[in-house]
């Protein structure tokens, strides 16, 4: 018996040993920004790609992008290319004056905090929500970024209301929306939308005294939506 | 005698103990010494040679046998599953639950690259056309065949990832080191979509012009691939202009819409020869009773006009299917199991009124429910197609009555409740004074909300069920076969290519056809686009066209597009094209409890949404065309990636 548990010992420490890789343990964090300012965006939709060149097969490291903008990453030391592919988020890459590209080289030597500047096609400026009643109240003013040959129109305007602080295009319990056509002045947009008699998802169960806004914008032909921040609302 | 042995055994181990290495020795000189040639040379008995195969019909129709069994397909009675994945039905089983409560479709999905088994095929066109130990009429249909199944590959391959390399040879290594000789670019989507156009046309003289013929090439075939193919390509090329994004600039994803008129045309011209050709026709053997007949469409295997391409399986023989298992009502469950595919009402509402207008399910009439006398009667009136796909409440299945109800609504203080078990058939006490002690409150199939195998939506699927008995068993399973092409969608294939060319009126001729079987005498006068998407859909349910229909007319990102529907919006706009289809709706009957009233024993109705629903799909752009894997990019640097992922 104890020659068995001698042997399952040396078994588990000689196992153990290093046989194992390091996990990577370099942060890489930062977030999408226009002069600065985060990008909204709507959560687990917008992603971006790191490449390590130099190894026998290719394979993007894909980093998504939280809803406010941010986002994080957990890699090795190395030098990697940065791309942020054509069809991801409400925004176009800039050009990289280094690669002459979209590409953005990276090198990571220790933790990096590095924010990303792209070009939206608009911004949402000043939102601001007001509760009256049991409706809830949004303005907005739409700023056009990009106004050369690549300018896109608005295809719609939502306001959206959730219980939890992820408000987006798939996760609200009330929506309301106004066309792009409809829009008479992009500098005061305003949008109202009904509280829900219950706000949880659970029927009468789990109801709260607070909900959660946010002013969504779809640009014609781009598949992201682009946000204001979200808002709590205290009801 | 096994003492003997015994003994006989223990003498051996004796004498190896004490002479072992002599004995080897011995062995090893005894078997060295065996006639190498002979010894190395043994023939394979679990793979047939090429030596031996291009001389024997049989041998040869074996390998081609294995070529039909590896045939592509998406959505089939062999993977009950995928049909959960969109807006058909509710997959009624613990493990699948996770199907509605996701919101996107992985860009993976529905990738497809088999480039092994493209390779088999041209294998065998390469070695068989040379195979001139067997007669030419042979060799020339046998090749023929795997001519059909490399176009069929390559029409699974572009309506799942657009563009391909076109491969028509079989490709060696030449073990140099350097393979980039054996790398091909992507072929434009049309380029593909031309080639399986031109093989129907070539291989459509010499295959047999037999509708007899089910489970293997025919000239039948040939032209209803040709006509679905061409019908796929004139719909990319007509409708991707609404999807700017979808497309690549060297074509391999998207088609220039100048092209739509052509591959229409070619469309209808080979629907057009099937038709007039006149070996086929629809099933109408049980015109007295339509529902019965559009079900039996699909299990009658003798003589079965309509039928022109089906997967055949066979009892006892190791080729059967398990779709009546899977999906077997629990009334009439021959094992623990069965009632996966539940049809979602979504589905269920499309079959129209006779009077060809759409109308949802009659719940209620004000405030008040509508109170039905049977179970059935809320479904009366209504397309035969409708009992001919589901099996609804009040119906039978193999001769067992559909027990199908949520609870008992009891009247009590001026208001009903509603009382309902957890489990099949569950019996309780309706807190009515005067009521049994304990009674059934819910029905013998559910629904019962999150318990598996109940008809969650209160419906079970009927198309493909199998009636025999033993059907359900695990021990026997079924031998329906899995039809892939049938006289009906040529028909719907010809009205969708005559409409879109202006010949309304020719469409209509075609359209009513398939709409007469069903049990409608007004026919239809004009066709519109609408019409064209809900015939399909109700016509073609749960026979894996939903997906590729709503891909090539580019409805997909529009039908799924992740926003929450209610109750309200599910019975709005019915038979609208591109009416948003994102959650799985049920239909649930009660019965009524209120003695001495008058709806008592009466059956209401009540529009549910199940609780394991909770995620509105969504279908992406990027979803068009499925991701080509990192691996396969990466082996071949001329390969492209999709758009929009």
Known sequence: MKKIIYLALCMVALSCKK??????SVTLQGRITYQGEAINVSSKDVTFELWEPGWGKNGAITVNINEDGSYSALLFNGNYKLIIPPSQGPFRSVLNNETNSDTVRLQLNGNRTMDIEVMPYYMVRTPQFLLTGTTVGATCKLEKIITDANAKDIENVFL??????????????????????????????SLNVEVPASTSANGSTGDQRYIYARIGVKISGVEDLLFSTVQKIDL | MWVLNFRFDFLITEIMRKHILIISSFLIFILACNKDADFLNTAPKDILTDD???????????????????????????????????????????????????????????????????RDLNLFVQKCQAADQLSADVRNRFVSEARFLRAALYFEEVK?????????????????????YLQHARAKESDIYDFVIAEMDTIKAILPDDASIKARATKGLALAMQARAALYAASIAKYGTSTPTVTLAGGEVGISADKSTAYYTKALAAAQEIISGGKYSLYKKKTEDLQDNFASLFYDKSNNPEVIFAQDFKLKSGKVEDWTLNNQPWSSAEEQQGGRVNPSLNLAQLYEKLDNTYSPFVTNTGSDYVYYDNPLDIFAGRDARL???????????????????????????????????????????????????????VGADGPVDGLQ?????????????DQTVGSGQIGTRSEVWWVRYRYAEVLLNAAEAAFELGQSDVAATYINQVRERAGFTIPLTTITFDRIVHERRVELAFEGHELFDNKRWRLAHKVWNGETISAADLVTNIGKAD??????????PYKIYNPGNVNDGKWVYKIVKPSNVTAAHRFKLGNYYSQIGSDILSNNPKLIKNPNQ
């Open chain 2, 387 to 441: 009992g001919g796909t589901i099996i609804l409440p009040g119906t039978k299945f193999k001769g067992v009555p559909l027990d199908i109800w949520a609870g008992v609504m009891y009247w009590k203080g001026g208001q009903y409740n509603i009382i309902t078990g957890d489990n099949f058939g569950d019996q309780d006490s309706i807190p009515v004074a005067g009521s049994p002690k304990s009674s059934q409150v």
């Open chain 2, 52 to 118: 031996a195969v291009w001389k024997s019909e049989d041998l040869t129709l074996s390998v081609l046998a294995d070529l039909y069994n590896r045939y592509p397909e998406q959505q089939t009675i062999t993977n009950w599953a995928e049909y959960t994945n969109f807006d058909e039905a509710f997959p009624s089983e613990a493990g699948n639950y996770w199907r509605t409560k996701q919101v996107d479709y992985p860009y993976d999905w529905w990738n497809l690259w088999d480039y092994g088994y493209f």
């Open chain 2, 579 to 588: 009416k948003v289809n994102t959650m799985i709706y049920g239909l649930w």
């Open chain 2, 160 to 180: 799942r990832m657009g563009g391909v390399p076109l491969i028509l040879e079989p490709m060696e290594y030449n073990f140099s080191g350097d393979p980039t």
């Open chain 2, 453 to 465: 195998f109940s008809a969650q939506t209160g419906f079970y699927v009927r198309k493909f069920m």
């Open chain 1, 160 to 189: 959206y209301l959730n219980q939890t602080a992820f408000v987006d295009g798939t996760n609200y319990i009330a929506r309301t929306s106004i066309a792009g056509s409809d829009i008479a002045d992009p500098d005061h947009i």
């Open chain 1, 19 to 24: 046989d194992n890789y390091d996990s990577p």
